[in-house]
């Protein structure tokens, strides 16, 4: 063995005779490996153990290996990687401002399944051949997903997202360029005056940074519930109760699905509901808490915001027989009062595309739009809609047609 596979072995020896937990408590497992490394160092001396050649990096070796994600830490670790997934041990991707990269880092399948338990630990989720799939939110607010075979054909899949930028105000979303300044200012006191805003994309697009950034525009005192598969918002709100799904228990009972959450979100005095993504039947709970006046932001998968909308009308249906687009159609031309469609430019750059307002009619069975901003010559500038509600602005003292004056 070398130095830092001997120093590794005996830092976990510590770790299991003290009982100590390295996921929650990695401060605490670094002190102890340069503890290790200075005892170490002096057997080294007598020769007793073959000596540490750079200790900075036999430290990072044995922390990565002990508190981290081992050989995938430093991916972990560069701030230009945006996600991190294997299709087999030996094929190690990541990406880089948007672009997949084959990496040289090559593992074992037992590495991968110690890699996953490691991850999974500190989630109270399971992966088993009665459950191949997961979602999890590791401590550093990365989002897990893994699928195992017989589901997969011969190898774990395992994909790590993380999140590169995160805004908390629309202002950030300014500075990286993916929102003008007069749409943000339009965004900003949109939420404020409780808008219903559908925020739509591709995958990547930057939905849920658009989402954490819509929310930062909620009044201090409102209460916000959210509701997600896995948590991954981060808002500044002072009152605010964070919901997510969980798993059934391995009996098959005891599952909360994102309808459930929202079903019970309605009754925790919400003045604002945040759904994280909306992908089935949980439409129509969201659909019915709008339709009670609880003012209401989510996220939907889609290639324009046009499509979103059609989306929405089409995805409660997945509730039952007894709900026709004759209830959902209406009910999402009065509900949803703006989307914003978000996309991922040719370099790598996330951009909102369009603007587009709902102004509450529907034309045979199709749902009204109206742009308020929109895309021309790759630059987001004003169109000529209007938002619905003009008298909330009002009442809130906003001057809605000098927020929308074009600018030059």
């Excluded at 002190?31 to 490394?37: F, Q, T």
Aim: negative net charge; aromatic residues 4%.
């Amino acid at each position: 063995m070398d130095a830092v596979a001997i120093l590794e072995s005996e830092v976990r020896e510590v770790i299991r005779r003290r009982g100590l937990d390295p996921v929650r408590d990695p401060a605490g497992v670094a002190s102890l490996v340069r503890a290790a490394i200075a005892d170490y160092d002096e057997r080294s001396v007598v020769g007793a153990v073959p000596p540490i050649v750079d200790p900075a990096a036999a430290h990072k070796a044995v922390v990565d290996a002990v508190a981290g994600l081992g050989p995938l830490q430093r991916y972990l670790d560069d701030p230009e990687v945006e996600e991190i997934w294997l299709n087999s041990p030996t094929e190690v991707f990541v990406a880089r401002r948007g672009e997949a990269e084959l990496t040289t880092t090559v593992l074992t399948e037992q590495q991968v399944r110690d890699l996953v338990e490691h991850m999974l630990k500190a989630s109270g989720r399971r992966l088993d051949l009665s459950s191949p799939f997961v979602d999890a939110t590791l401590p550093g607010g990365e989002r897990l997903h893994v699928v195992i075979p017989d589901v997969t054909r011969r190898h774990w899949s395992v994909n790590i997202r993380k999140y590169v930028v995160r805004a908390s105000d629309v202002d950030e979303l300014v500075a990286l360029g993916s929102l003008t300044a007069q749409a943000a200012a339009f965004l900003r006191a949109a939420v404020r005056v409780g808008l219903n805003v559908l925020v739509s994309g591709a995958t990547q697009a930057g939905k849920t940074t658009m989402l954490n950034a819509l929310a930062g525009a909620v009044p201090p005192r409102e209460r916000v519930i959210s509701c997600e598969e896995v948590f991954e918002l981060q808002l500044a709100a002072r009152d605010w109760v964070a919901m997510q799904c969980r798993q059934p228990s391995l009996e098959g009972t005891g599952e909360i699905p994102l309808r459930r959450l929202v079903k019970e979100a309605l009754r925790m005095r919400p003045n604002r509901l945040i759904v994280g993504e909306v992908r089935e039947a949980e439409a129509l709970d969201l659909l019915i808490a709008l339709n009670a006046g609880v003012p209401a932001m989510c996220t939907l998968h889609a290639s324009s915001a046009r499509e979103a909308l059609v989306k929405l009308c089409t995805l409660p249906l997945l509730a039952g027989e007894n709900v026709s687009d004759r209830f959902v159609v209406p009910t999402v031309a009065s509900a949803v009062d703006l989307v914003v469609h978000l996309e991922v430019g040719a370099d790598g750059r996330r951009r909102t595309r369009e603007i587009v307002a709902v102004p509450g009619r529907v034309e045979q069975g199709v749902v009204e739009t109206t742009e308020v901003f929109t895309t021309r010559g790759g630059r987001l500038v004003r169109a000529d809609g209007y938002p619905p509600h003009a008298d909330r602005f009002e009442r809130a003292g906003i001057d809605l047609a000098a927020l929308l004056r074009p600018r030059g």
